[in-house]
């Protein structure tokens, strides 16, 4: 079964555009990444699947259960974290998390208990005493205690600091070598290349890459630093041309023999070819839509 299957899914706040025509499928088991740039529509994404706000037109299921007609039975499946938690004032942290439990209908003390010593959170504490990073936790928390088939986490790292981050991810780990399937909405590009097997990229509101992260990664353009005077007028694919103090750089995703035969009857002192690094790879989807010019 697919953790998470939509076709056309859109959303329009009004006449503003938050999602159009979105196609995902999400194989249950998966730890699937999610990115794109501020304003690109990841959170409308998750919360339209979640059924938080009302879809425009399309369809999705979770689970297989229809997200207009089954969310209460969605909801009890799934661990939500949303990008900003906000939590009633004047509970404390062990009241909140227990709130959170009732609402499923679960006693889900123990894994309660396991995951604010794993986050080193003071659950005594009320929520409106606690920095951001600790706000966050709650959340973690009261999204991963019932143990949910299917762990939806919008952007769930921020505030975190680098060894929370860890523990994090490794409670992810366990839970997904278990069968749970991560759907992680991310801008850290690191975290989705070391965790995520497969990843989406979303701009604009539309799906522009969806494939392995192994296969994300890799591009025929080569980074290209010349030092030197160079006109660069015969030569196209090139993307990310910089200046540099001696020469310049780019990405060249042509033919290699074009570019030598253009650099030969040129003035050039030193020439290096190597392969574009994961940020700049991703930089060139979220910038142009993966586009050569
Ligand atoms: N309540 C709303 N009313 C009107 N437009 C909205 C609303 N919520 C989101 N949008 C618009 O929908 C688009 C997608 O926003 P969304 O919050 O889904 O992006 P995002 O990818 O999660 O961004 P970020 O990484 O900044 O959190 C944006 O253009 C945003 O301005």
Redesign the pocket.
Known sequence: MNAIEAKGLT?F??K????VDLDLTVSEGEFFGFI????????????TLLGL?KKSRGSAQILGKDIETDRKEILSQVGYLP?EAVFYSGMRVKDVIRFSADLRGKDCRKEAGELCERFDLDSSKKVEELSFGNRKKVGIVCALQHDPRLCIL??PTGGLDPLMQREFFSVLRERNSRGTTIFL?S?ILSEIQRNCTRAAI?RE?KLIACDSVEALSKTSAKRIHIQGEVDMKALSHIRDLQKTDDGVSFLYGGDINLLLQVLAGQHIRDLSVAEPDLEEIFMHYYLDGGEEK
């Open positions: 959303k706040y009004g503003a555009r938050g999602i794109g740039p501020n304003g690109a529509g990841k959170s409308t994404t998750i919360r706000i990008s919008d952007e909405s801008h979303i509101g």
